[in-house]
């Protein structure tokens, strides 16, 4: 959100501080007036010239350890102001959160599994460009925010709209927010990735999954997450596999051995891939995978 500035305003602003500097500037250095400079004949007679000695003498202050009981005492009031955050600053954090947002939605969702599936899917079939990667990062996107929906809803239900209705401090709001997104990292995450990254991490076994801090969880759970996805990426590539030595081995019985065998098992690859309906099974695959 813009915000407007009246232009009266700013050059009334512009105006005082030009004034403001003029000031300043002709205070400093203006030319003293004493006998190098001015003629004391045209000083008016109600002025009465002051030497150099006097004015510094006049311009030094006395201490009050010296006797002198008299002082000028300063106070300000800034009154019941409320001290906001500053409209930069908001921006400032606002732009972290979104340079943040890819790694947070790698590491702490389940775009991790389901983005590999789909591009080992389509280098198994013998497309590397096909689908684009566009399509392939925005379906597993949506696939990601799909599976996350239960979680992003305990979240907005129990930390969001509260912090938004000030009814919680930041801190606490965080607190409840880590609470939904635990609970699904923990269902997905391996036992032996979680034990190897407490066991390097040097502290005491915890007694239960909430003792175990967030810095230990989210790599247990993203290597489990990596794991996950080239199991299920193994399984999809076999019968592509399978089809390619078939093609391949029919090619030099037939003594075709100058055609690439890639090229003639695409279209029966592709064949395969409809007739199963693979994008659906694919999808499905993933979805159970998280439902387990």
Do not use: C, Y
């Not at 030497?51 to 311009?59: E, H, K, M, Q, R």
């Amino acid at each position: 959100m813009h915000t407007l500035v009246n232009p009266r305003q700013s050059t009334l602003h512009t105006a005082v501080l030009l004034l403001l500097l003029v000031g300043t500037m002709l205070v400093l250095f203006a030319p003293a007036a004493d006998a190098q400079g001015i003629d004391p004949s045209l000083v008016p007679d109600r002025i009465a010239p002051v030497s150099p000695a006097a004015g510094l003498a006049a311009n030094v202050p006395t201490s009050p350890m010296l006797g002198d009981d008299t002082g000028v005492a300063f106070e300000l009031d800034l009154g019941d102001t409320v001290q906001e955050p500053s409209q930069s600053l908001v921006v400032i954090l606002l732009l972290t959160v979104l340079a943040l947002a890819p790694s947070l939605l790698i590491m702490l969702t389940s775009f991790t599994r389901i983005v590999i599936v789909l591009s080992v899917t389509r280098n198994a079939i013998g497309l590397p460009s096909v689908p684009p990667t566009q399509v392939v990062v925005g379906l597993a996107l949506f696939l990601s925010i799909f599976t996350m929906t239960p979680t992003f809803s305990e979240i907005n239900e129990t930390a969001l709209q509260p912090l938004l209705n000030e009814e919680m401090e930041t801190m606490e709001a965080l607190e409840l927010a880590q609470k939904p997104i635990r609970t699904f990292m923990m269902g997905q995450v391996g036992e032996e990735e979680l034990a190897m990254f407490v066991d390097a991490s040097g502290d005491v076994r915890p007694d239960t999954p909430e003792d175990i801090p967030m810095t230990t969880l989210i790599p247990a759970f993203i290597l489990s997450e990596l794991k996950a996805a080239f199991i299920i990426a193994f399984v999809i590539f076999v019968p592509f596999l399978i089809v390619d030595l078939i093609t391949a081995s029919t090619l030099m019985s037939m003594g075709m051995m100058m055609l690439p065998p890639v090229l003639v098992s695409l279209p029966f690859k592709l064949l395969l891939f409809v007739l199963v309906d693979g994008w659906t099974l694919v999808i499905r695959s993933l979805l159970e995978s998280f439902a387990t």
